[in-house]
């Protein structure tokens, strides 16, 4: 358990990701109570500066002794790096809250999205799983629906912007669309394919079943955080050629058949999420919309007449900031909140 | 029913839109027996002249008095004015194969894709429709399917090009492009939000249900193109920032269990379809690939394990050729066929 104190030392590894700087912008934004901030990266980043609040901060090297002292650490650096570094962090009496899928399915450690099971937190042993990006605005929007009528199947296709892949995916899209525009070969480097003017239907590696990992994420993640294995989950994951902000359209099968204006209502009261559902007046998410925002978006909500109770919506939020850095910092929030 | 001949007067209603120029390229390239080709459009367009095989053809102006002598018309110009001039064309002889919206679910009108329902030709009375672009891939590669096991619930959700809407919005997918690369001001004429860069939840105009009437087609035109009233059917349909090449992700319940392997058997031997499916290899369908080729493509073919029988896929095809035109010309090829 974090021990309550005015103020923490708090450090972001991976401080010069895409996942990263928006971790230092949401703590600076967000005043979180930081005494000390402190920034880690590749040896590749020694000596960089950024800048928080009217500071500027070195960015050090990461190795296994630098966590004495340091209260909590956002982590942000890949899943080898979570899986070298976290246990020693967590030795060292350091919360790690990491953005990795390093340690999401471990029995032992919580995964945690603040407004679905802040519970959860209160069971940790110095390391917090953050959840992946699809998975968490999905679930945002489903659990307070589950918790009225039941989620019994989500059938879900993504529309994911490349910032999911980090910095450098984006500076593809950037290039490839310069590059078509002036007549140009286009180069791949992120991608396997080109990413401009095209849909990918594959987000990481695949496994033997033909799904992708992060189409089995969308499985056990969503059972994981809302605490019931019985939903049934089947995705496709799809990379469109957008820089920020992640769409889903999801369809649910519900035990109790609900409205679309019942699930209106339930969605307004819910945290996180905003419902943005006019569309005779052209008003639904947009991830153009929706990239800076904090909430989870909600439009396009129908009754799914092709089953007795079925729904379908269309889910967009930003995946670096709820997708990642601010679910991570709002972990960091409610860690304080129960903090003794 | 037309008459056998060994070559037909054929006219392209529409002839300087998207559609129309794709309908003229792939008469030359399929060597359609023509007579003589002749080229209406609006009065904007009248003395325009348009290449076919060695000849420059003039483009005349669409009346309802033009229609004498041309045994064949494809139309693409929109849904009043085909229902405005398709009876007038009809009463003179003329076989009208009509891509708009405007006779799909007329009870006496076949609505026809030549590799599911050609037989549904025999019943015409002078005009024939050509289905939605969405709604052709999907039965091309679920018919062989639904004989096989019999679907009973499709959720289906669409990733569509803007060469959909016309080449205006190919213009302004450009334009905005451009735009936002060179920091200018972006401007939004056809669609009523910023395509580049972002996924719009919106297809066509929004129905008392909440559903796009482009969603709706896709429930309606496949149980009259399937001839199965039993199918459900419950679509999403979306705008995504690609040129050409609209992408559906398809999940199927069916009756009869199928495995990944049964499906590509099937596929590979039907007709129109194209299995892409080594994903391992980085082998799925892509937009960008499927511009300009004929075959409906699918690729990334799963077993669902979400409910008893259950299969993933992700179709694409190329919008204005399979989804528009080809459909169109394969329609004329076949009532050649069946010509007596």
Redesign the interface.
Known sequence: MLKKKDKYVTAVVGATGAVGGEMISILQERNFPIDKLRLFASERSEGKKLEFRDDEIKVEVLREDVFKGIDIALFSAGAQRSKDFAPFAAKDGCVVIDNSSAWRMDPAIPLVVPEVNPGDLKKHTGIIANPNCSTIQMVVALKPIHDRAKIK???V?T?QAVSGTGAKAMDE??EQ??SL?SFQEVKCNVY???IA??????IDV?LD????KEEMKMLNETRKIMGDNSI???A?T?R????RGH?E?V?IEIEKKLT?NEVRAILSEAPGVIVFDA??K?I?????DCAGKDAVYV?????????PS?L?M?IVSDNLRKGAALNAVQIAEKLIEFAQ
């Open positions: 199947r989500i059938v296709s529309y899209l950037l669309t310069k525009l396997p394919h080109q003017f095209n849909c990918l239907p594959q695949f079943n033909g799904y992708t049934q989950v089947t496709t799809v469109v050629p957008v820089f769409s359209c369809n679309a569309p005779e052209g639904y998410p947009l991830p153009l439009g396009r909500i129908r009754e799914d007449e092709s089953i079925g379908n269309w």
